[in-house]
């Protein structure tokens, strides 16, 4: 999604770039949602690490002595945080970004001045850089982890099952009810909607 947004930018295809934007709002609706009442190993709060756990990971990285585990380690968690931040961000300042003609704006453009529409479209921008820089930063971990480790990050990230790990799956509450999926859909519905009628 985030190379087809930058595509219709740069093609000038703005009217598709601001339905994927309030898509991609609705997938960080639901990340959030899904944070909250999602299992154990999704919640935002085991995203972030002790001190003292960032630290023991990254000695037991430097001598190769990585061990699986279900959910993020403490380094993944704070990269899924950042990644997370950056695209909250991205997505906030373009719903008010203002084109330089001022023809072409975010959902919510015309709300705002046109110079601070234009404050917002710089920053939507800078972002964009540091987003891509941090997606880099996250497929170069990817690889390092394969390669060095022998530990297949893809697979445990679509699937939510990791071999190896140092826990039981029961231990980590890794299912859960079909009403938390339906809840965290719904939301992330709502606000797609939400952001298109009152753009309009």
């Not at 699986?68 to 403490?74: A, T």
């Not at 719903?95 to 404050?119: E, P, T």
């Not at 939507?124 to 997606?135: G, K, T």
Request: hydrophobic share 50%; charged share 15%.
């Amino acid at each position: 999604m985030i190379a087809a947004m930058w595509w219709t930018a740069e093609q000038g295809y703005m009217q598709w770039h601001k339905w994927l934007g309030a898509g991609l709002i609705g997938l960080l609706v639901y990340r959030l949602v899904w944070g909250i009442v999602g299992p154990r190993t999704a919640r935002l709060h085991t995203l972030i690490p002790r001190p003292s756990a960032l630290i023991e990971y990254l000695k037991s990285l430097r001598s190769l002595q990585y061990r699986r585990s279900f959910g993020h380690s403490p380094l993944g968690g704070l990269a899924v945080l950042a990644l997370l931040g950056l695209l909250w961000v991205q997505t906030g300042t373009g719903l008010f970004s203002v084109d330089v003609n001022g023809l072409a704006s975010g959902w919510f453009g015309h709300w705002i001045s046109f110079d601070l529409g234009r404050s917002m479209a710089d920053i939507h921008e800078q972002v964009f850089d540091l987003l891509l820089a941090m997606i880099g930063l996250h497929l170069l971990a990817i690889a390092g982890y394969a390669i060095f480790l022998r530990t297949n990050l893809v697979t445990a990230m679509i699937t939510g099952k990791q071999d190896g790990g140092t826990a039981s799956e029961s231990d980590w509450d890794v299912k859960a009810p079909v009403a938390r999926v339906m809840i965290a859909l719904i939301l992330a519905a709502c606000s797609i909607a939400g952001t298109i009628w009152m753009g309009r």
